[in-house]
């Protein structure tokens, strides 16, 4: 008897010609999440990929204890539902009977106050001589004969026994979720305009759970924004590639053109003015590093910079789709994938990204086009994004290794 692991994939069943695309992409990317686990052989069958450890000893498979780290790295490749550790032997109804007992052994050491349970079958492989129902009435049978203390409880068990019969048995109980969505390099690459707050790691988060790899780009105004506060960032930034893989963050440096634009632009319009810049900046490392789309944290009406007529003196300054998957989420909703995530923690921390030092007492909340154009009349515009552009340095992010 062995441990392996076995997980579930959504979405991608419901493509149709390009289904085997999405697959290969999905089986990559596990490939390369779970690399330092150890030689692993991956494969598919159907809508389950079986992971399997390709040397007997590999620790990460011991127990249902040392398999939780493996098992929380499949969960984070977009794609899957689900994942359980499973136990893989080979034989027929008495050897299915007599692993259960070692396995319902285990389960309850570990978990004394379980009392019922039930069991589930599914039969792959036709040939085997029960059915479904059969299979789970006589197991079901043998479990309460060899553990008298337990009762079969259909509707609310402590615990399922899950058998599931194919070129080899397996049985298994209970299941680590996963985040679903599609794996991440089925679609063409986005910027991510990441700060030191809640909402952009959630926003990168949800576009790669649609397929989409990232590369970052974060506007640095030091010392008005601290060291702390650019690793804030790093830190938020490895995060978020836990999911969407290794990026590439951009570090504008930001402090020179922050500085010019409170000088030469009226208060009440800088977030404005700001923020018209920042997007052509990102636009332009965008287009030069092969993304397709930028993508930001905002929600309607969230704050100032965030009513449909901000947001549309921000958009018109660039080409690209600006991607907003946060526009109509209510903040706790936000918060709530951000702790699911493990951002929140780290979005918290009270260093503060540019936006906070330099902003206006009384920020305009509806500007007019004619308002924006007055504000910049002052400011050289193209060398101030030239400048962006060229004062930028590059991280690696990669936390995989
Ligand atoms: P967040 O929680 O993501 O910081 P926010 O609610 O604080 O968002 P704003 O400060 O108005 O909202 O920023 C809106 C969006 O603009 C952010 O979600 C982010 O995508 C982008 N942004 C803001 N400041 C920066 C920065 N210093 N560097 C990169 N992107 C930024
Ligand atoms: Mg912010």
Redesign the pocket.
């Known amino acids: 008897m062995s441990n392996v692991l076995l997980a579930r994939m959504g979405e991608i069943t419901l493509k149709g010609l390009n289904r085997g695309s999405f697959e290969v992409q999905l089986k990559n990317n596990l490939k390369y999440r779970l690399k330092k686990f150890g030689s692993l052989k991956i494969f598919q069958n159907q809508s389950r990929i079986w992971i399997e450890p390709a040397e007997e000893d590999n620790p990460y498979f011991a127990s249902e204890n040392d398999a939780k780290e493996i098992m929380k790295a499949v969960t984070q490749v977009f794609g899957i539902v689900s994942v359980s550790l499973a136990r893989k032997f080979e034989g027929g109804f008495d050897e299915i009977v007599s692993n259960t007992k070692e396995y319902v052994t285990e389960l309850l050491e570990n978990n004394p106050d379980y009392k019922t349970f039930k069991v589930e079958s599914k039969r792959g492989n036709k040939a085997f001589p029960m059915n479904s129902p059969e299979i789970c009435t006589e197991l079901g049978y043998q479990i309460l004969v060899n553990f008298p203390d337990l009762k079969v409880d259909v509707k609310k068990p402590d615990f399922i026994i899950n058998v599931e019969i194919r070129e080899y048995n397996y049985i298994y109980s209970g299941k680590m979720m996963a985040h679903r969505g599609l794996p991440v390099g089925t679609s063409g690459k986005g910027m ?12 990168g988060f949800m576009m790669a759970s649609r397929g989409m790899p990232l590369e ?6 030091y010392p008005y ?1 601290s060291e702390q506060a650019l690793q804030k ?1 790093i830190d938020l930034a490895k995060i978020v590639s836990g999911f969407s893989g290794r990026m590439k963050l951009h570090v ?1 440096n ?1 402090t020179q053109i922050q500085l010019d634009m409170y000088k030469n632009s009226p208060q009440e319009m800088l ?1 404005i003015t700001m ?1 018209r810049v ?1 997007l052509q900046i ?1 636009e332009r490392l965008a287009l030069k590093n092969n993304c397709k789309c930028l ?5 309607l009406g ?5 009513t449909l007529e901000a947001i549309q003196a921000t958009n018109e300054v660039v080409k690209m789709p600006v991607l907003r998957p ?1 526009i109509g989420m209510d903040k706790q909703a ?1 918060c709530d994938i951000s702790r699911q995530i493990g951002a929140f923690e780290t ?1 918290i921390l009270p260093y503060e ?4 030092v330099f902003v206006a007492k009384h920020p305009k909340t509806h500007p007019h086009p004619e308002d924006v154009a007055l504000a910049e009349k002052d400011l050289d515009i193209e060398a101030m994004v030239e400048a962006g552009v060229n004062g930028t340095e590059v991280i690696e992010i990669n936390p995989f290794d």
């Open positions: 991510l305009l990441l700060s030191g707050g809640i909402d952009s790691p959630v926003a970052a780009v974060y506007f640095h105004s924004t960032v504008v930001f977030t923020r920042m990102a993508i930001t944290g905002e929600s969230q704050v100032a910079s965030q946060l936000t979005s990204d540019c936006c906070t």
